[in-house]
């Protein structure tokens, strides 16, 4: 491996795949000498669309992959069949450790079961969450997991916590983070099953501050530092998350058009306004790294666009840096199960 | 029944309980001749706090009930075991047609389970949801189930698509209104075992106008007239609707304060921000019937204070001229399951 921190970037995954992969690869590359981006797809588009570009030929590779993993398919079949595609390929640079990360905007399922399955988790570890990061009033926090298990178990959630609170104390420097579990209610007794299930056992499970039930509405407020809930919730808390406040800033400035008035105020606030909600922008962060695994593996937005790529391109510098995954390896005390007593 | 409208209120149930029941109460009668509001509790403190108030002794009557069902209790339990609480003796007060409705903020749970137990459903209902109005970009939408039912079958999820599509054409007025099932991706292939067994039979159920899957960041855009899902996905999301909003309008404020030309500008606009805002607000629809019943049972938040207590109030009178529950009777064809047939 050189110096150069290197990603290697699915090209092919995404639904602006390849042409905001390669824009953002170019861009990543022309601000950050020390970044070397591998793209993996099909080299004769890729290379067509480079073509385009003027940037650092020592920074960018292109690795042929022959096939693509397309967003609907069946993530265990698509990650046995395909095994030239660029996610399988990618997966492979990064078990190999010819990169330090994989980027893919593609299936989350098949990039879950290609983890897993190719790169491999911390042993001990049941199902890697997506630990995506996201803006709240008091600042940061951290949604685990953000999509990548949509049906899981007790035990599954149990390692979210432990894992999202090494990260949030370990990584970003949180003491004694605040864990909560999403739920519907402030009491033990509400919830779904899957909650009131895994209430419990976050109660009992040494090592993590848990604070018990978060419901939605106090989520923007900062109450908690770590948000556990299954991928499913947490992709769709994360994704009205963006929606809102995408609608909500434009609403406001239309309603701040509506009276001769409000449209002199807007003229002298819309700068500071603009400001303020881009504080608040879910997208800014990027990328979410697959927790508990062997590897650096990030998933960014399946509507991710050239600006989005770069940022996470340049992300996994910073991902690397602060050895997400080897802190979990390090810190993490496993609960005995009954089986394994 | 006289000609008023009755609205049997649950004194006891909710966060706030008795006193924003009793002053919500109060400023409903003293707006509106035509109501009136049986306060239904413990007839010595609703008696006490009730004497702090004016209004017209004809619009208030109270029915005592000696026991409270508490919001951490087991629902079915406690329907079962007290027979003196506030929320049996005024849904057996609905049942028996001495109220046109009946409010609670208290145990959902428990409001479900006693509505089923006592109201009873209509013919082949399986699980009646909470239908709960919020605001959208294009007007509004309807979240089904925002909070009755929190682990549920894809039968029920149907029957939700096939309730709320009849409540938003028959009650709204909205031709052929778009149901769509909330998920993580669009296609069919997406999400969690509940969505990819329920999509298949939304996509064959007669009568609806299915459109697909809904991504939670499209929600606030106003792409679907009817959301479908289950009830723990659902109060998530209007909760956060909530919680993002009041939060992002602070943020907002604070920084149009943080430089002195935003701060001139916010002066101006302030007024047309907060009222673009409230238009926004999902608190303002305030209650959600229960859909499927055989008369009409209206959840209000746990945290409802005297505001939304009495918005509440008023809306059951809206409710009723809807007749939202018998348009289901009249409208609804069921799907016969195999069993049936």
């Known amino acids: 491996m050189s110096e150069k921190m290197l990603v290697a970037l699915d090209a092919m995954g995404g639904d602006n795949a390849p042409y905001a992969m390669i824009e953002g690869t170019v861009n990543a590359v022309n601000g950050n000498n020390n970044i070397k981006v591998v793209l993996v797809g099909k080299e004769e588009i890729i290379s067509q669309e480079l073509s385009k570009y003027k940037y650092n030929a020592d920074q960018i590779e292109i690795v042929n992959a022959t096939e693509v993993i397309e967003t609907a398919e069946h993530p265990v ?40 399955g190719i790169v491999g988790r911390i042993r001990g570890i049941e199902r890697p969450p997506f630990g995506a990061l996201f803006p709240v009033r008091t600042g940061v926090c951290l949604m685990c997991d953000s999509g990548a298990n949509v049906d899981v178990r007790p035990s599954h959630m149990v390692q979210f916590a432990q894992m999202g609170s090494i990260y949030m104390e370990h990584v970003l420097g949180i003491k004694n983070p605040r864990v909560a579990i999403v739920n519907i209610g402030a009491e033990e007794e509400k919830g779904n099953a899957l909650v009131k299930e895994t ?143």
Chains 1, 2 share one sequence.
């Open 77 to 116: 079949a698509a990650i046995k069949k395909k095994k030239d595609s660029s996610m399988v390929v990618g997966l492979h640079l990064l078990k190999d450790k010819k990169v330090d990360a994989f980027v893919s905007a593609g299936n989350s399922g098949a990039l879950l079961t290609g983890g897993l």
């Open 199 to 341: 209430f419990p056992l976050l109660k009992e499970c040494e090592g993590i501050n848990f604070i018990g039930s978060i419901e939605a509405r106090d989520i923007p407020e900062g109450y908690a530092d770590v948000i556990i809930c299954d991928g499913f919730v947490g992709n769709v808390i994360l994704k009205l998350y963006e929606g809102l406040s995408s609608t909500l800033l434009s609403v406001i400035k239309a309603g701040l058009k509506s009276t001769v008035m409000s449209k002199v105020g807007a003229a002298l606030a819309l700068p500071a306004l603009k400001k303020t909600v881009k504080s608040f922008d879910a997208t800014k962060y990027g990328g979410a790294p697959l927790l508990g695994l062997n590897g650096l593996v990030v998933k960014t937005h399946g509507s991710a666009k050239a600006v989005e790529i770069e940022n996470t391109i340049l992300q996994c510098d910073m991902f690397k840096k602060q050895a997400i995954n080897e802190k979990i390896k390090e810190n993490l005390v496993l609960n005995k199960t009954k089986e394994e007593n």
